[in-house]
């Protein structure tokens, strides 16, 4: 009996703290079985770990979530069909049989399905790390994450689209305009030009611009409270990776030969020296835009960590008196969430502008 009073009130805390301040979905924990010891680190990568549904609660035992489309290239060719098909299962258990091929899910990861299933129950043929041998197909699903981001690249388009609207004969912002003029205004005056220069600036602000936004529409969209769609996109490394290629790239074509001379064969310095800090001065070619990739990813999940990691210390502790502390804490930390996505947001355009201007910049050399 207490242990199922202890299930319906973790449900119930958990449910309550997802929904006033949701930090990756809009949902309370995976329901567990009363005899089933709480995981703290399942619980905590199911709400931050990409997925093929948006999990919404448990109601009776039975999960309510939003289904996306599952989109695969197989051996046969283009194979697709809902997720709701695989019944909310996540262990190879259901198979999804469509165009003469069997599929199965594990950990939101999309396999062939074996011939008989293991003793487990899954179609799985697991390998001594635990891990399945089963092949997978080329996986395009539209998962939570990629629905999250063409979703906010809709609200971007809208916002903006809106914005031009907003202006008045004599060009003064009205409504909407008046929110987004000074934020466009200030990664000019603060951001594109003092570090691309006035020459430079205007080729790359539509670049800085749409950089900033999108990051942050998305790190907010995370931490919107009744807002189904919430994923956990900047904390997807993927997403910071391909953020920070794109960087690299327009950095690479952009540098001049100052550039370029400056890395390798440096000015002013002994011929020892210049041998000595070439391979360095290379390596930060790279290490420049992996920085950007860790530093975004790292932030985010780091908070999104922690906060459910507050929450978990009620059913770690099994007592509703730990509640108002790691409640309170949580609330904290959330608040300063909503500093830090608007912070990393602006990191990452600001170094994205640094790297470019100092491709750019034109050196003078006394002889």
Do not use: C
């Not at 924990?29 to 703290?40: A, L, M, Q, W, Y």
């Not at 950990?107 to 129950?121: F, S, V």
């Not at 074509?253 to 002994?270: C, E, R, S, T």
């Not at 070439?278 to 530093?295: D, T």
């Amino acid at each position: 009996m207490k242990t199922t009073k202890f299930n319906v009130i973790k449900s119930l805390v958990l449910g309550a703290f997802f929904v006033l301040v949701s930090t990756s979905t809009f949902a309370a924990s995976p329901s567990k079985e009363s005899d089933e010891e709480f995981n703290v680190t399942d619980m905590i990568m199911h709400h931050i770990k990409d997925a093929h549904d948006f999990h919404i609660m448990d109601w009776d035992g039975h999960a309510i979530s939003i289904p996306l489309p599952v989109i695969l290239w197989t051996e046969n060719g283009l194979v697709t069909f809902m997720s709701s098909e695989f019944h909310h299962d996540d262990t190879g258990s259901v198979i999804v049989e469509k165009n003469g091929q069997k599929f199965v899910k594990y950990h939101e990861e999309i396999y062939y399905a074996a011939d008989a299933a293991n003793a487990n129950g899954a179609y799985l043929t697991m390998a001594a790390d635990g891990h399945p041998e089963n092949t997978h197909p080329l996986d395009f699903s539209i998962t939570k994450l990629v629905f999250s981001m063409f979703l906010s690249m809709v609200l971007l388009l809208l916002i903006f689209g809106l914005s031009a609207r907003k202006y008045d004969a004599n060009g003064v912002p009205r409504g909407l305009a008046k929110f987004t003029e000074p934020l466009v205004v200030f990664i000019r005056d603060e951001v594109a030009i003092p570090n691309i220069g006035e020459k430079h600036y205007k080729r790359f602000l539509p670049f800085l611009l749409t950089l900033f936004f999108f990051i942050w529409i998305n790190n907010i969209m995370g931490l919107i409270p009744f807002f189904p769609f919430s994923a956990n996109l900047s904390g997807n490394i993927a997403f910071t990776l391909v953020l920070a290629i794109i960087t690299f790239v327009i950095t690479t074509l952009v540098a001049n030969k100052d550039y370029w001379k400056h890395i390798f064969w440096m000015p002013g310095l002994p011929v020892p020296m210049k041998i000595f800090l070439a391979p360095i001065e290379f390596m930060g070619i790279f290490i420049k835009p992996i920085s950007l990739m860790i530093r975004l990813f790292a932030n985010i999940t780091a908070g999104h960590i922690i906060v459910l990691s507050l929450i978990s210390l009620i059913f770690i502790a099994e007592s509703v008196w730990v509640s108002p502390a790691s409640i309170f804490f949580s609330v904290f930390i959330s608040v300063i969430e909503v500093l830090v996505v608007a912070i990393q947001a602006y990191i990452f355009t600001l170094l994205s502008a640094l790297y470019i201007g100092s491709a750019m910049e034109e050196h003078e050399h006394e002889h």
